[in-house]
């Protein structure tokens, strides 16, 4: 096979998915911006994440908290200015990371479990919240309602099993 073929073809491929590329990108920038940031959070930051766990949280607060980005990213999709994914994309993952290396800041030893605990919906949603914008990044108008009609019963779902079955469980180990 001929090497220039080959490179050819490589560019190719990259040229056909740079916007997929791109949220990749985004993503990954946002992770690591969240890390970078939860190293510099203050001291006053670290009490308010320990009342995180002795904090009501009601069922609509817990679903919108699930919902908003999907309707954010649907916004975005619906004025097409798909290009808003991408910030969408950035801040979710900043925001998930950020507060989940607080977390383990906070309660050291056991932060990794409480972080689980507590980001139980977020961290069953943001693979979702990729899939969505990744098939609406790839040009295809027909797939949005579909696609939208997929995500959103997730993401209540998501906030419901985390409301009914994690937020308990969590509570019922804090207080054993």
Known sequence: ??????????????????????????????AL????????????????TRMALFSPVSVVG??????????FAAFAVYISCRWLLYPVCFIKLF???????SMMTAYGPSGWLLRLFLQFSDGCLIPVL??????QLSGRGDTFKRDLCLCLPAA????FIDYCVITPLLASLINI
């Open 156 to 159: 209540f779902m998501a906030g």
């Open 33 to 48: 911006s969240g890390v970078y940031a939860s190293r510099f959070t203050g001291a006053a930051f670290l009490p308010l």
């Open 130 to 135: 990729c899939w969505f914008c990744l098939r």
């Open 1 to 30: 096979m001929n090497l220039r073929v080959y490179f050819y073809g490589i560019l190719n491929v990259l040229t056909c998915r740079r916007r997929q590329i791109f949220l990749a990108v985004f993503c990954f920038a946002g």
């Open 62 to 71: 817990c679903s919108v908290c699930c919902v908003l980005p999907f309707l």
């Open 95 to 101: 925001l998930h990371c950020w507060f989940g290396f």
